[in-house]
T-cell receptor, first 115, second 116 residues
Framework: DTGVSQNPRHKITKRGQNVTFRCDPI?????LYWYRQTLGQGPEFLTY????????KSRLLSDRFSAERPKGSFSTLEIQRTEQGDSAMYLC?????????????FGEGSRLTVL | AQKVTQAQTEISVVEKEDVTLDCVYE???????LFWYKQPPSGELVFLIR??????QNEISGRYSWNFQKSTSSFNFTITASQVVDSAVYFC?????????????FGRGTSLIVHP
């Protein structure tokens, strides 16, 4: 399968614990995005990378959230000291940025439940 | 700032009916891109179409068609002869090219339920 891969698909954790999600983008794609989606809402932007550089972060991304993309390949999104409000689907998408546009291709998401 | 509004939260139709999903957008960018995505119950967002701001030609792909009207800032999506497999949440998205950032913004989605 050559699509965007995310794991774990589901994570249940207790409040205060740290969690990490991984995203493997489509191999030739140079941009990688993280979005968060809650029930009944559209995806909300969190952050994105071009190759290994993190170009922008949303105000939604508190200090407890950190994302990396070492070597410009896979990416990780870590949430420290989880809170119940962090419960959501975390979506990763990748694109081949041409300088004009690039549609995003999404993975299946990682669903986080914080108890 | 950019914004996408999908006023229809849920639409319910019977199979074979035609259905139109509305999308209205706001942007200050002169160059931008519009998208539609489908999110079936399995959860993965599936890309359907991209349209750039310079191309107002309507597009048809099988039972799907899209109507882009810059004058009304709308990019509506019509499914002809709907089928049960069309049941999903559909998202409209906008990506503008201002300030060097390209961050697609999504609407809240329209849930389409097609009854047999």
């Amino acid at each position: 399968d050559t699509g965007v891969s995310q794991n774990p698909r589901h994570k249940i954790t207790k409040r205060g614990q740290n969690v990490t999600f991984r995203c493997d983008p489509i191999s030739e794609h140079n941009r990688l995005y993280w979005y968060r989606q809650t029930l009944g809402q559209g995806p909300e932007f969190l952050t994105y990378f071009q190759n290994e550089a993190q170009l922008e972060k949303s105000r939604l991304l508190s200090d407890r959230f950190s994302a990396e993309r070492p070597k410009g390949s896979f990416s990780t999104l870590e949430i420290q000291r989880t809170e119940q409000g962090d419960s959501a689907m975390y979506l990763c998408a990748s694109s081949f940025w041409t300088g004009n546009t690039g549609e995003l291709f999404f993975g299946e998401g990682s669903r986080l439940t914080v108890l | 700032a950019q914004k996408v509004t999908q006023a229809q939260t849920e639409i319910s139709v019977v199979e074979k009916e035609d259905v139109t999903l509305d999308c209205v957008y706001e942007t200050r960018d002169t160059t931008y891109y519009l998208f539609w995505y489908k999110q079936p119950p399995s959860g993965e967002l599936v890309f359907l179409i991209r349209r750039n701001s310079f191309d107002e030609q309507n597009e048809i792909s099988g039972r799907y068609s899209w109507n882009f009207q810059k004058s009304t800032s709308s990019f509506n999506f019509t499914i002809t002869a709907s089928q049960v497999v069309d049941s999903a949440v559909y998202f409209c998205a906008l990506g503008g090219l201002s300030g060097g950032s390209y961050i697609p913004t999504f609407g809240r989605g329209t849930s389409l339920i097609v009854h047999p």
